[in-house]
């Protein structure tokens, strides 16, 4: 049974950050494990102190995880408490003093424009219908040309993309909207897309089916497509790029959107606001990417680099 703390912790995370369903799962599973650790020692959430909580993190390393994982899980444990002092629940925050493990600094996955020219054009030959494939194309061109979060382009209401805009208001995280520009590509597979998904809607409301308010329409209980599924559909036309799918996530879209921009001359703080990042170090990881790519092309092609 889960500790009484938890569900008004997470009630909170909803009423003063309008945290998203999966933060609040997130932070569920975290603290679950802390208070489960905490639990098989007799202790509890209200008793532990700074020696249980650094057990637990070390406890964590010996299982392997990530030192990010651990740095999420350390976050979640400090907010925990945090709230509990604040609450009146205990009279010290064990939590407040300890150093968390740091995270680790990866560049992110990217893709070259090349590769993702084959991957638009695969998406508009992936599907088993016309209306499959017109989808699929859009989806793929919206992503690239904004580089929303899976979450954001899944969960798109269709009233945010009629009229033809040259830009959409889109919904970020904690309720935060921005607008981000569309291009003529992703126009005309929009354009196409709604024609399409509006003749679908019509039928499916003659049949009784109430009509849908998303521009990627699903069977299951959200009502649009989720993005486990377009998870899978983004590896699917990997392979038909002829591309590793292993190289390919809605994320890696999103990547590459950012360094491209960049590369292309884009200022960082505009590349900020496009992609929703509340905070400008977020968005400075791109700077480390085309670095790197910078530093490879001198040692691949320096005529003193094999020195």
Not at 84 to 93: H, I, L, N, V
Request: charged content about 25%.
């Amino acid at each position: 049974m889960a500790h009484p703390w938890l569900p008004v912790f997470l009630e909170a995370l909803v009423a003063e950050r309008d945290a998203a369903h999966n933060t609040l799962a997130a932070y569920a599973r975290d603290l679950g494990d802390y208070i489960a650790f905490l639990a098989a020692q007799g202790r509890g959430p209200e008793t532990s102190g700074r020696a249980d909580i650094e057990a637990y993190l070390g406890d964590l390393e010996t299982r392997g995880l990530a030192r990010a994982t651990r740095a999420r899980r350390l976050s979640a444990i400090r907010q925990l408490h945090r709230f509990a002092f604040a609450e009146g629940w205990r009279e010290d925050d064990p939590a407040a003093l300890i150093r968390g493990p740091g995270r680790d600094r990866k560049l992110p996955g990217t893709l070259s424009e090349e590769e993702v020219t084959r991957l638009l054009a695969a998406a508009r030959e992936t599907g088993r219908t016309e209306t499959d494939r017109c989808r699929n194309a859009c989806l793929m061109e919206l992503l690239y040309a904004t580089g929303l979060r899976v979450s954001e382009l899944v969960g798109l209401p269709v009233s945010a993309t009629r009229g033809d805009p040259r830009m959409i208001l889109v919904r970020g995280k904690g309720g935060k909207d921005r607008m981000v520009p569309l291009s003529q590509d992703a126009r005309l597979a929009l354009t196409a897309w709604l024609a399409l998904r509006d003749a679908t809607d019509a039928e499916a409301q003659r049949r009784g089916r109430k009509a849908s308010a998303f521009l990627f329409p699903g069977s299951g209980a959200r009502g649009h497509i989720t993005r486990e599924r377009f998870f899978l559909l983004i590896k699917e036309i990997a392979v038909r790029a002829g591309i590793p799918p292993s190289q390919v996530s809605p994320h890696t879209l999103r990547h590459a959107f950012a360094t491209h921009l960049l590369a292309g001359g884009a200022d960082l703080r505009a590349i900020q606001m496009l992609l929703g990042h509340a905070d400008l170090a977020t968005t400075e990881i791109y700077t480390h990417v085309v670095d790197e790519d910078l530093r490879r092309l001198v040692l691949d092609h320096h005529p003193l680099a094999n020195d």
